[in-house]
């Protein structure tokens, strides 16, 4: 019968050590990790034991401390210092879940509305998981991201502005209000053909509103599309270069405004994280 502790077992150290395992959360000081596995608890299975949940019992990201864990109905397993469910578990769904232990298995829980809590008193946990998924989203050859609206090349006042930046649904999560803020601090860029835009790092990112670009792997990049966020997001530091094919215009934003918006209104981070989980395989 499995064990769930509302007084951990393992006690906070044990915890911390086991969180700062996890890849996404390894940057973080001691003082957050603690406060992190503060909200965690722990649950151990027994070899053949099995855990099931079904909605609307309460959701929880689970991280394997020991053991082996088994999804019966994906076929897949997880081991020690691995997410259950992968990266993609951070979407938080309701589906329902079939796990057994193939051997002793230790877990840390954290349920969804303890999350909540942690992302305001901790900011540095939200952003250790965005980047961590930004990085995983690279990593899969995401690289570019389409913006459903066509670009105004005109006047590009506030409100058309705000249509661009929400016609990308990773951005149209962290609601209106902010990207009212991140539009109004958008620069404008004209580049004639055989020029270059250069983005600085994990500084900025950019949408393409006329023309045409390419960057160093010769990947054209056509009006629409937003480049340079998930590398900002993932703090990839190298400055990137693009080449412009015809006369092109971009809106460059600074990824400083992104971020302290996040930090004033930490929900939205949250939604953002379950947004972005969604594309993670």
């Known amino acids: ?3 769930s502790d509302s007084n951990p077992s393992a006690d906070l150290l044990e915890r911390s050590l086991a969180l700062k395992a996890f890849p996404p959360l390894a940057s973080l000081d001691e003082r957050v990790l603690a406060s992190l596995a503060q909200h965690a ?19 929880a990201l689970r991280l394997v401390v020991s053991g082996e864990l088994r999804d019966e109905l994906r076929g897949a397993t997880f081991t020690k210092h691995q997410l259950v469910g ?10 329902k879940t079939r796990l057994r232990a193939e051997s002793e298995v230790v877990l840390l829980e954290l349920e969804d509305r303890k999350l ?13 998981m965005l980047r961590g998924l930004g990085r995983v989203i690279l990593q899969q050859g995401t690289v570019y991201l389409d913006l459903a609206a066509e670009p105004t090349v005109g006047t590009l006042g506030l409100i058309e502005r705000v249509q661009l930046l929400s016609s990308c649904p990773e951005l149209a999560s962290l609601g209106i209000d902010i990207l009212a803020d991140l539009g109004l601090e958008g620069e404008r860029i004209r580049i004639p053909r055989g020029g270059s835009l250069r983005l600085q790092g994990a500084e ?10 390419t960057d160093a792997a010769e990947t054209t990049l056509g009006p629409t599309c ?3 966020w998930l590398e900002a997001l993932a703090e990839v530091t190298d400055p990137r270069r693009y080449l412009a094919r015809s006369p092109s215009e971009v809106m460059s934003f600074e990824a400083e405004r992104f971020w302290d918006r996040l ?4 929900e939205r981070g949250l939604r953002l994280v379950r947004v972005l989980a969604r594309r993670v395989e």
């Open 1 to 3: 019968m499995s064990q």
């Open 41 to 59: 608890r722990t649950r151990r299975l027994a070899p053949g034991e099995r855990l099931t949940t079904t909605h609307p019992a309460p959701r």
């Open 86 to 95: 992968g990266p993609h578990a951070l979407a938080l769904r309701a589906d």
């Open 116 to 128: 909540d809590a942690l992302f305001e008193d901790e900011f540095s946990v939200l952003e250790a």
């Open 204 to 213: 900025q990112y950019a949408i393409l509103l006329q023309g045409s670009l």
């Open 226 to 228: 937003l480049f340079g």
């Open 263 to 266: 930090e004033d209104y930490p």
